[in-house]
């Protein structure tokens, strides 16, 4: 078996390759590189798959991250309380702004943070909470969002691992991730669910004022040409981009479906395993599976992940570090470890899943993997 990846995003291109082709051809005989016809049309046609007022797309989904944080008018030393274990760029905006990131511990079967653990960390100078529905699952956003109400919080969901997951309220009513809270923004790195081939990026939100705020300080600060009233950033989606991830859009679904079958079949492989636990499925959450992430108990971890890529299976530890222990971090730090972030990063490992995975390399994977554990 040989050159298994992590994600296969030259399979997944060859399927829709003349469609794709045409769609940049057009593009680059338009030269409407910036701000042509197929960005309009990508952001509505994602506001109607999410069913949210605004798009707003963006360069990447640190940007987005940026831009919806700016937009809420917070002041230098505000604090915004973010999951410990996440992706860098969710707690790098909010240093970089001059507001300070309170790091809450997440929960040890979701991944995900509660409002449980967000409201011991709630000071009278937390002004947002910044929810990550980390590797395709929802946080449960309903108690999230009545606590957030209760303090007068803002809610920016960082949903660039879970596009295209459902949340079930209690009453039974669903919502996709990213317009639970007060704005959603979405990564499309090449390798998220909803990948460009480039950078790209976008914030969601059915809030009026806000949008009108985010798309003016994603545009130098200006709501008309050269009258500038809010200090800026110049983010932009390219044509070229919104025209490829308009044609993806419509297979977002069952890009979705076909993650999840892979899953099954891991889930079924794995699950008798006493070392190890598979992802644990929230019932309030459809999971749209950006990462199939195990937890390898015994310490086994890092010696399974020698062990697969010695027979040229690719792994990845996402992510090692509790973010608090980075060295860009350390004055944020009280210097008291978080329980369940430091549990996973000594032991979360995720195997390679994508659209386009054949039975043969899944099977050549789980086999690897119960022989290492049997061994
Ligand atoms: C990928 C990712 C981002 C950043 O997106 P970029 O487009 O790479 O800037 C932010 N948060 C999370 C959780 C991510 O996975």
């Keep these: 078996m040989e050159n298994i990846q992590m994600v296969d995003l030259v399979s997944q291109y060859q399927n829709i390759k003349a469609e794709i082709d045409d769609a940049i051809i057009s593009v680059a005989a338009s030269a409407k590189y910036i701000r042509g016809p197929q960005v309009q049309s990508f952001q509505e046609n994602l506001a109607n798959y999410l069913d949210v007022n605004h798009v707003i797309a963006c360069a990447n989904g640190t940007d987005a991250l940026q831009i919806a944080l700016m937009a809420l008018g917070l002041e230098r030393g505000d604090e915004v309380i973010v999951p410990a274990f996440t992706y860098v760029a969710t707690a790098e905006v909010i240093g970089l702004l001059g507001l300070k990131p309170v790091m809450v511990d997440v929960d040890s079967s979701t991944f995900n943070i509660t409002a449980v653990q967000i409201e011991k960390a709630i000071t009278n100078k937390t002004k947002a909470i910044v929810p990550v529905h980390l590797y395709g699952q929802s946080c449960d956003m309903e108690p999230i969002m009545k606590l957030a109400k209760k303090h007068n919080l803002f809610v920016i969901e960082d949903n660039a691992q879970a596009i295209g997951s459902d949340y079930s309220f209690f009453d039974g009513s669903t919502k996709k991730t990213g317009t639970l809270g007060h704005i959603g923004c979405t ?11 480039g950078d790209g990026g976008a914030m969601f939100t059915s809030d009026g004022e806000l949008a009108n705020k985010i798309r003016m300080i994603a545009n130098h600060g200006q709501a008309k040409k050269y009258h500038h009233s809010v200090i800026g950033v110049n ?11 308009d044609i993806k859009l419509k297979s977002l679904d069952i890009y979705s479906e076909a ?12 699950k008798c395993i006493e070392s190890i636990d598979t992802p644990v499925r929230d019932v309030k959450s459809s999971h749209v599976f950006h990462q ?9 971890r890092d010696k399974l992940q020698e062990y697969l890529k010695e027979r040229n299976v690719p792994s990845m530890i996402y992510y090692p570090i509790p973010l608090y222990k980075q060295k860009a971090f350390e004055s944020y730090w009280d210097n008291i470890p978080l329980e369940c972030t430091e549990d996973l990063c000594a032991n979360v490992l995720s195997l390679p899943i994508h659209t386009e995975m054949g ?8 086999e690897n993997v119960i022989n290492f554990i049997n061994k």
């Design 187 to 197: 990564s499309f790195f090449p390798s998220k669910n909803l990948g460009c081939y």
């Design 235 to 245: 983010s932009r989606l390219d044509t070229i981009q919104a025209a490829i991830l």
């Design 292 to 300: 199939y992430t195990l937890k390898i108990k015994e310490g086994k």
């Design 259 to 270: 993650r999840n079958s892979v899953a099954k079949k891991y889930d079924e492989a794995f």
């Design 359 to 366: 039975a043969n390399t899944q099977e050549y994977i789980i």
